[in-house]
């Protein structure tokens, strides 16, 4: 993807920023699963790349952690120290495990970064365990903490939008590609917001709330993470059409084969080309014809052009409260590294 980067930092910085992060908040992650009962923990920490299923030592593909990330960089930005965030990023790292396992389930997939996906590997009924108990350590992991009620509130918010977005994303399947039931893209940014947007604004918020910071600076975080979110999920509608497989893991065209509706895909349908792509997206038999239509029909340009939009709203809320400098900066440098990424 040759799409412009977001502030000045190159990838390494972003990178540097995950892995630092991700160190901070590692022991901590490490010893809430442990909490856990051994095998529901075995699951978990199999979810996490930590094992292999049995529990032998495993160096797996995890996450990048942009969530636990943005929970860290939500309390730096604050004027408080990344160790004051990192009860937050446990937990929304908890949330978003606990959210993959279930997504995994309704979706179908049986891989996930490279390996069986969690039901795959232990059964469906466990793996369903599994999720309830990530998603019930992460509730305790915030109301153990000075100021714990407030945050659970504000992951209770975001949990109820994850579940609206994600009924939603399930809904938009069964709905046709032409007609006045059809997906619009108005549909599908609020759906993005709230599957994707609400748990990325929820992190970054979190870790002011925990790092005591007014709120309408939590509220403003809050806001530039939903935009990031819908950002995020555009860039990936991309790479699950023209994505590289040996970099993303998934088949080439693989959103095409499973006829996602995704944002690519409904900016084409409302083109003079839609007709003719409908007709390929329900017979399903070309997908790389039906990708090469939306391109023509500018259906990628405009997509990577509203992830930009979003980016720049990202930058608007932010700009609206006082935040740390150094942590602002490593927070655009995540913004340019999820819109350049490619897996």
């Known amino acids: 993807m040759r799409d412009h980067a977001v502030g000045p930092n190159p990838p390494a910085d972003a990178d540097r920023i995950l892995h630092r992060c991700r160190t901070l908040v590692r022991p901590a992650l490490t010893e809430a699963v442990g909490r856990l009962h051994p095998w529901v923990g075995e699951m978990a920490a199999y979810s ?9 030592p495993a160096v797996a593909p995890g996450g ?41 389930i309704m979706d179908g997939d049986a891989d996930r970064r490279r390996r069986p996906a969690v039901w795959k590997a232990y059964g469906t009924g466990p793996a369903v365990l599994a999720g309830d108990a990530l998603f019930a350590l992460a509730v305790e ?15 209770s918010v975001a949990l109820g ?32 917001e709230r599957k994707t947007g609400s748990l990325l604004g ?7 709330v925990l790092a005591g910071a007014a709120p309408e600076t939590a509220a403003a975080l809050d806001r530039a993470g939903r935009h990031l979110g819908i950002a995020f999920q555009i860039v990936d509608d991309v790479l699950g059409i023209w994505g590289d497989p040996r970099v993303t893991g998934k088949p080439v065209h693989g959103d095409l084969r499973e ?35 939306i391109e023509r029909a500018d259906g990628r340009a405009a997509a990577m052009a509203e992830a930009r939009r979003h980016v720049a709203a990202v930058e608007t809320a932010l700009a609206g409260v ?19 990424r490619t897996g």
């Open 64 to 104: 990048k952690g942009v969530r636990q990330a943005l929970a860290v960089l939500g309390a730096e930005a604050a004027g408080a120290s990344g160790r004051d965030g990192v009860a937050a990023a446990v937990a929304v790292e908890l949330v978003h495990a606990f959210s993959l396992l279930h997504d995994d």
């Open 161 to 192: 939008d994850l579940v609206r977005g994600q009924a939603d994303d399930l809904l938009f399947a069964d709905r046709p590609w032409t007609g006045p039931e059809r997906v619009r893209p108005d549909e599908y940014r609020a759906m993005a």
């Open 322 to 340: 006082p935040l740390e400098v150094r942590a602002l900066g490593e927070l655009r440098s995540l913004l340019g590294f999820l819109l350049r």
């Open 259 to 293: 006829r996602k509706k995704t944002l690519p895909v409904l900016v084409a349908l409302g083109s003079p080309q839609g007709g003719r792509l409908a007709a390929l997206l329900e017979t399903g038999d070309d997908p790389g014809a039906a990708a090469e239509l």
């Open 202 to 208: 929820c992190a970054a918020a979190l870790g002011a």
């Open 48 to 56: 996490f790349g930590w094992c292999e299923v049995g529990g032998a």
């Open 141 to 155: 992991t915030l109301a153990a903490q000075p100021g714990g009620g407030a945050a659970v509130r504000a992951l």
